[in-house]
């Protein structure tokens, strides 16, 4: 039997430690000029069932599976390595969905999503609300 998602849609993420390794005024050129890349790392195809959020990459890209069991932190904003600097819309119309999440007992890794961007918004705020109410 197929399994059955409660949203579905695209997504470009990134690791914290990849948002490290950008520079302070490329994050701001990226807030400033539209032909700049976004800072985004991975593309790929997102979905929520009752259990789990699955991105699967796209172009070679990795595919992560994250059980909702395993989520330590979401949220939905910016901070020092997404700041709202780098969105055209300085936050206006949409921000960043953070996730941490557990990879064993005492690892945990952290990514931000950008989920159905189209050029002036994203969805992160449904998808927000819709694991937070998952997960209380």
């Known amino acids: 039997m197929p399994t059955q998602f409660l949203l579905q849609g695209t997504a470009k993420w990134s690791y914290d430690h990849e948002l490290a390794e950008i520079s302070s005024s490329r994050k701001i050129l990226a807030g400033m000029v539209s032909g700049v890349q976004a ?70 890794k952290r990514i931000y999503l950008i989920i159905d961007f189209n050029g002036v918004y994203t969805h992160d705020k449904e998808w927000f609300n819709t694991l937070t109410e998952m997960l209380s």
Do not use: C
């Open 39 to 108: 800072l985004q790392h991975h593309q790929g195809n997102i979905a929520l069932s009752t259990t789990t959020l699955i991105i699967e990459g796209i172009n070679d890209d990795e595919d992560l599976i994250i059980p909702l069991s395993n989520m330590k932190q979401l949220y939905i904003g910016f901070d020092d390595l997404f700041p709202v600097t780098a969105v055209k819309s300085l936050g206006i119309l949409w921000q960043p969905l953070r996730i941490e999440y557990y990879v064993t007992a005492f690892e945990t």
